[in-house]
């Protein structure tokens, strides 16, 4: 099933290759197949969302699971932090990016 669903996503990203949502969908399903992990090509498909649109609270929040995989926790920080400046108090995932950052904040105190 998994394998399917990377070839279609391989195909829509050939038609589409600067679609946000996309890029992100594609990574995921990359990084699912990883462990969960983003590097290769799942880290490159982040970086181009970045590059792309580095105001989306979205790309902000996988460039920060992209730097925590890489132990680059100030990367991490500084993209989760930028995300929560961007959003609204009410937003429906400020919880789950405020709960990054604060794992994050609290290994870096250890």
């Keep these: 099933m998994l394998m399917i669903q990377l070839r279609t996503f391989e195909s829509a990203f050939e038609l589409n290759p600067n ?3 996309l890029l992100l969908q594609y990574a995921s399903a990359i990084a699912a197949n990883q462990d969960g ?4 090509k799942s880290k490159t498909l982040i970086e181009k969302a970045l590059s792309l649109d580095p105001q989306s ?3 902000l929040y996988f460039s920060g699971i992209v730097s925590a995989h890489q132990s680059d926790l ?3 920080i500084g993209y989760w932090q930028k995300a929560l400046y961007l959003m609204p108090d009410n937003h429906p995932d400020r919880n789950i990016i405020e709960e990054a950052l604060n794992t994050v904040l609290n290994l870096q105190v250890k």
């Design 19 to 21: 679609d946000i949502d």
């Design 37 to 40: 992990m983003f590097y290769g």
């Design 57 to 59: 609270i979205q790309v």
């Design 74 to 76: 100030d990367g991490a």
